[in-house]
């Protein structure tokens, strides 16, 4: 009917008629065109929006990755299976994607215009991770034998597992802690570091007065029994029986001589480390203040500084020992250096590049029982017997460590004598009151270790 329409000329009328409904119909033609072009190109800039945001999360920025990525995510939603090209670029940490694909005209076809281009761009910088780092502070006094060091062990791989499936990069460190914590015999040259003991001797002059023997002690059971407590670390650990004694007085005199001798102490190091003087013992930083190595003295399984291989990490707390009794601020201080750029550890500093935002620093500490040994003053050993003292050191070094941006989580498994006063002090040192976990059976470990890791890996996502 058009077409007879059109090869009309019978009068003015018709050829104007004629003119006028080409118009409309062009007018309609490209309308329907131009509506269904911006439609289709709509869906290719949703399709090019998901995949710059895909393509921007890919690690280490690598374009190869990115184009993979891209044309995945465009299949994906190209339900249609329109022909689409997608190309990648990378400008100043800037991830750009340009796509097209062809339009067929419905009407413009009429005017030539079979085919339209359509094109959608976008642009996403590149996904910074969250890098976290975790020091792991570990109790390994000999209350922590037997069940104890099986159950922490048990816990805190788990806590590696769940961190391993963290997208971020994850670094660890294991502090394992007693009377002293082991830096390893790599670090015996470092500057910040003082054996000079090692390897020395020292000759001196011992005296004694010679005693003869008149008449030997003697001591008989008397098959009396009385029980008595098993104390280990500040924790009941059971009782025992106990056969009483009598005993007679020995019979000794003086010979009148003075009998003097040479002995020797020879020193060696085994890459224990003790506290500097105050105030540089509840500082983490080296500062120009060497920290003493303590000689003739062996404390357990060497720390793991921060490292990306959590394998290692793993390794280190399978080969954790029991050995000593407990002073946590040297655990505690150790922590805090694991996670700090100034010497004596540094591995830290690995974690702040352009490519990433700051990293999260945490500690978590984990004890089964009150600190019950301290520092004496003008010592660097960890010999006294002032527990209070050794709380303070440890709220201190808390509380230095907190305002140096580090999330303290502290955990008390199976806390036994003196539990009041180390709950209190547990709650105080964590960074919040939710923070402190207290794990009385070996699933409530585990949960502690599992819940902290999760709340790690959502305080990542939040950042």
Not at 300 to 325: A, F, H, Q, S, Y
Request: glycine share 8%; aromatic share 6%; net charge positive.
């Amino acid at each position: 009917m058009l077409k007879q329409y059109f090869k009309s000329t019978s009068g003015n009328f018709a050829m104007m008629g004629a003119i006028a409904l080409s118009v409309v119909l062009l007018a309609v033609g490209a309308a329907v065109d131009f509506t269904s072009a911006t439609k289709k190109q709509q869906s290719l800039q949703d399709m090019v929006d998901n995949a710059t945001l895909a393509a921007a999360q890919i690690k280490d920025g690598r374009r190869k990755d990115m184009q993979i990525m891209v044309d995945k995510v465009i299949a994906q939603h190209n339900t249609q299976n329109w022909p689409i090209k997608a190309k990648v670029r990378l400008k100043n940490d800037v991830v750009y994607v340009e796509a097209s694909t062809d339009y067929d005209t419905i009407l413009m076809g009429m005017v030539g215009k079979d085919r339209v281009e359509i094109k959608a761009d976008a642009g996403a910088p590149l996904s910074k991770s969250t890098p976290i780092n975790l020091a792991l502070v570990l109790d390994t006094t000999d209350s922590m034998y037997g069940d104890n060091i099986g159950d922490l062990k048990v816990a805190a791989k788990e806590m590696v597992k769940i961190m391993g499936e963290s997208e971020s990069s994850v670094r660890m460190a294991v502090i394992p802690f007693g009377k002293y914590v082991n830096v390893g015999m790599k670090n015996k040259r470092s500057h910040w570091i003082d054996t000079s003991q090692d390897g020395t001797s020292r000759e001196y002059e011992h005296c004694y007065n010679e005693r003869r023997t008149i008449k030997p002690r003697v001591c008989r059971g008397t098959g009396r029994y009385r029980t008595e407590d098993i104390i280990v670390d500040g924790q009941h650990r059971g009782t025992r029986r106990i056969e009483e004694k009598e005993c007679t007085e020995g019979e000794y005199e003086d010979t009148g001589r003075r009998i003097c001798g040479m002995r020797q102490t020879n020193y060696n190091w085994y890459g224990c480390v003790g506290s500097r003087q105050s105030p540089y013992n509840e500082q983490a930083p080296y500062a120009s203040r060497r920290i003493p190595g303590i000689m003739n003295e062996r404390c357990g399984t060497e720390m793991l500084p921060l490292v990306k291989n959590l394998k290692k990490v793993e390794r280190t707390i399978d080969d954790l020992e029991v050995k000593g009794e407990t002073y946590l601020p040297s655990g505690v201080v150790w922590g805090w250096r694991a996670l700090q750029k100034d010497v004596p550890l540094t591995e830290v500093r690995k974690s702040y590049d352009k490519k990433s935002n700051d990293p999260v620093n945490a500690m978590v500490v984990m004890t089964d029982g009150q600190n019950t040994l301290s520092q004496n003053k003008g010592q660097t050993t960890h010999n006294g017997r002032d527990e209070k003292a050794a709380n303070e050191r440890t709220a201190n070094l808390c509380e230095a460590a907190k305002k140096d941006g580090i999330q303290i989580y502290t955990v008390g498994y199976r806390m036994g004598a003196g539990r009041g006063e180390m709950e209190k002090l547990l709650k105080s040192c964590a960074s919040e009151k939710d923070n402190y976990f207290d794990a009385r059976n070996a699933e409530e470990l585990k949960g502690a270790f599992s819940d902290i890791a999760s709340r790690l890996n959502i305080t990542r996502l939040s950042i």
